[in-house]
């Protein structure tokens, strides 16, 4: 069952308007602006075309005024979905900081979370203050309840990326005290074993909600169980604690602590940064120590209480590089990895090993393509100098967009197109091209 299925099946009520048969429909002001294209360049005039169409569906028309318990603007992922969410909506941002005159709409975004934090603080034990939730919906009665999970902890990551490009400084403001009160509750509640490595987990207890809070149906969770706290007792306390700890996510919070010292020592909290540098060294170090496989030449999910590993590499075995944890000997032999017949599918990169008697081409998250993962990928792997493998992974992402059209993902032997049309976070197929990760498709920012 995938997580659109689900969340019908549970009644969460994010599907109401596609299944009333109305469309959901972005901010009309943002939707008409017609000068951003002035702003980019190429020779080829389907990159020029690919990258409007991109811009108008999936950033511009996902902004939507204040509603409900979103007080600000808010950025909705697509697909009939009304609520804010973490992973897809940095990636969003990212992209709408290049336009001028969104300053004050991004903050709004980000200012969604900060919200939440203070309303989830006032109703939840000291343990769990401070989680920002998988999504924000604007009109959720049992918001406590549901979700009471997070996502893959990328804010500091696309806040970073966002003033790289638009230099708000008052958004740094803002966010960063909160930003490191999220981080504290991940490393709280998710690393339960205080090794360094990150699990997932619910509040609800239930263990497909605990998947949630990272890429939903991969192989290495197909033995998740959820537990009670390790060392934490109580009468209230619940099976809350997946006993897996997850190369995605313990990357991805590394990737985000990263982000955070360099935004800390621009704001001059260098006490923040030091503290932020510990948990980072920390977690490489548990990384490289038992994450990384030198036999399968990848790092795996392990175990959380034996750090047994979990015999499956998948798309979270690739993250690693986005986050800086592999030696420069680890990302060599990835690199040579992903040219093998494991990974080198047509379209690049697949969920899972094809090896795996679970891959599917066009399997969710088991042998599917995403946009986001495989650019996050090939922009781990440039940064470790391999330069050409990255252009390979990108070009052949932005020439399937091209020849089938923009969607959540694709199959990764056809290329054809899979769930939702123009969801917002597929404007990662313009990111590859706007960081120099292409070599065919080229694509220049003129100011």
Known sequence: MKRRDFLRTAGCGTLG??????????????????????????????????????????????VFEPEGTLKHNW?????????????????????????????????????????????????????????????????????????AYSQIPILAWGLERVYNRNGDKELLKQSLKALEKFHEWYWRERNVTNIG?????????????????????ECNMDGLKMTHHPR??????????????????????????????????IMGEKEMAVRRQVRIDKSVDAMRTHMWDE????????????????????????????????????????AKLMRSSSWNTPLPVPTVDRKDKRWKSDGF??????????????SGL??????KLAAEISDKTVANAIKNGISEHYDSISGKTLGVEYLGMTCTIVTMMLDGLTSKYKLLKKY
Request: hydrophobic share 40%; proline share 6%.
């Open 75 to 147: 950025i909705a992922p697509g697909g009939g979905y009304r609520g804010q969410w973490i992973w897809d909506t940095m990636f969003v941002v990212d992209l709408l900081s290049i336009l001028p005159g969104r300053k004050k709409v991004i903050r709004d975004v980000f200012q969604n979370y900060w919200d939440f934090q203070v309303r989830w603080n006032a109703k939840m034990p000291d343990y769990a203050h401070d989680m920002i939730p998988c999504m924000i919906e604007p009109a959720k009665e049992n918001w406590l309840e549901y979700p």
């Open 197 to 217: 490595l990150i699990a997932v987990g619910s509040y609800s207890g239930v263990t497909q909600h605990a998947r949630f809070e990272t890429f939903d149906y």
């Open 17 to 62: 308007l596609i299944a009333s048969g109305c469309l959901l429909q972005g901010n009309a002001a943002e939707s008409k602006t017609n000068d951003f294209m002035s702003l980019f360049e190429s020779d080829d005039p389907a990159v020029m075309k690919l990258t409007e169409e991109i811009y108008r569906k999936c950033i511009l028309g996902k």
């Open 365 to 378: 998250w088991r042998g599917d393509v995403w946009p986001p993962t495989s650019y996050l990928a090939a």
């Open 295 to 334: 036999e399968a030449g990848i790092f795996l999910s392990v175990q959380r209480d034996t750090l047994e590993k979990v015999p499956v590499a998948t798309i979270g075995s690739w993250m690693p590089l986005a986050a800086g944890v592999p030696t420069k000997k680890m990302a060599a032999r990835m």
């Open 382 to 387: 440039a940064n470790y100098g391999e330069h």
């Open 232 to 265: 934490r007792t109580g009468e209230k306390e619940g099976p809350w604690y997946g006993d897996t700890c997850i190369t995605g996510n313990t990357s991805f919070l590394i990737m985000a602590e990263k982000s955070l010292v360099r935004l800390a020592k």
